[in-house]
C-alpha cells in the first residue's frame, strides 16, 4: 500500500530555513495521476494547505499566497520524494507538518511537529 | 479563498445514536465538469494525522465503515455517522478541492454524551 514517510528536524532557529522530506513507498513522485501537497496544522491556524508538485508530461508547482514568497516543494525522482523549503520562518510557522497525496487527501505522512525557536 | 465553516464547534451524542455535523462553503463546490462537489470529510485522533473518509461530497472512502455517510451539494454539506461508536470520538473536518488554495474547516469536536 501506498506510504509516505517524513523526516527533518523539530527544530528550527528563527530566520533559517525549514527542510522537510517526504519519501514515498507503494507510488511514483512522477506519478501522471497524483499530486504531492504540503500540509501543516496549528491552533491558531488550523488546517492550512501549503502548497504541491505534481508532473503532467513536466512539473508544476501551486503555493498558497501566505507563504507563496518562502516556499519552494522540490520532487526527486531519484530518491521518490518531494521536500519543503521554507524560507526565514518565524515563531508563527511552528506547526506539524504533513506530507499528503492528492486533492482529498487520501494518504498522509505521520507528521513532524516543528517548532521554531532560538 | 473559500472559507468553509463547521457547525457545531463540539458535539456530545449518545453511543449508538446519530451524530450530524455541518459545514457551509463560501463559495460553490460543484464541479460541473464531472457533476460531483469536491468536498472531503476527514477524521483526525490526538497524535494522527487526518483521514480520509469521504471525497465528492458523498463517496466513502474504502475502508470506511458504512455507518459514516456524506451528503449535500453546492455550499451546504453534512456529515452524519449512524450509530456512534466509542471509536469515532475525534476531531471531524470537512475541505474544499474545489480551487487553489484548498481550504479546511475549523472542526468540530465529537464526544460521547
Known amino acids: 500500500q501506498v506510504q509516505l514517510q517524513q523526516s527533518g528536524p523539530g527544530l528550527v532557529k528563527p530566520s533559517q530555513t525549514l527542510l522537510l522530506t517526504c519519501v514515498i513507498s507503494g507510488d511514483s513522485v512522477s506519478s501522471n495521476i497524483a499530486t504531492w501537497n504540503w500540509i501543516r496544522q496549528s491552533p491558531s491556524r488550523g488546517l492550512e494547505w501549503l502548497g504541491r508538485?505534481?508532473?503532467?508530461?513536466?512539473?508544476?508547482?501551486d503555493y498558497a499566497l501566505s507563504v507563496t514568497s518562502r516556499i519552494t516543494i522540490s520532487p526527486d525522482t531519484a530518491k521518490n520524494q518531494f521536500s519543503l523549503h521554507l524560507n526565514s520562518v518565524t515563531p508563527e510557522d511552528t506547526a506539524v507538518y504533513f506530507c499528503?497525496?492528492?486533492?482529498?487527501?487520501?494518504?498522509w505522512g505521520h507528521g513532524t511537529m516543528v517548532t521554531v525557536s532560538s | 479563498d473559500i472559507v468553509m465553516t463547521q457547525s457545531p464547534d463540539s458535539l456530545a451524542v449518545s453511543l449508538g445514536e446519530r451524530a450530524t455535523i455541518n459545514c457551509k462553503s463560501s463559495h460553490s463546490v460543484f464541479y460541473s465538469s464531472n457533476n460531483e462537489n469536491c468536498l472531503a470529510w476527514y477524521q483526525q485522533k490526538p497524535g494522527q494525522p487526518p483521514r480520509l473518509l469521504i471525497y465528492?461530497?458523498?463517496s466513502r472512502e474504502p475502508g470506511v465503515p458504512d455507518r459514516f455517510s456524506g451528503s449535500g451539494s453546492g455550499t451546504d454539506f453534512t456529515l452524519t455517522i449512524s450509530s456512534l461508536q466509542a471509536e469515532d470520538v475525534a476531531v471531524y473536518y470537512c475541505?474544499?478541492?474545489?480551487?487553489?488554495?484548498?481550504?479546511f474547516g475549523q472542526g468540530t469536536k465529537l464526544e460521547i454524551k
Open positions: 475541505q474544499q478541492y474545489f480551487i487553489l488554495p484548498f481550504t
Open positions: 465528492w461530497a458523498s
Open positions: 499528503a497525496r492528492n486533492s482529498a487527501f487520501d494518504i
Open positions: 508538485t505534481y508532473y503532467r508530461s513536466k512539473w508544476y508547482h
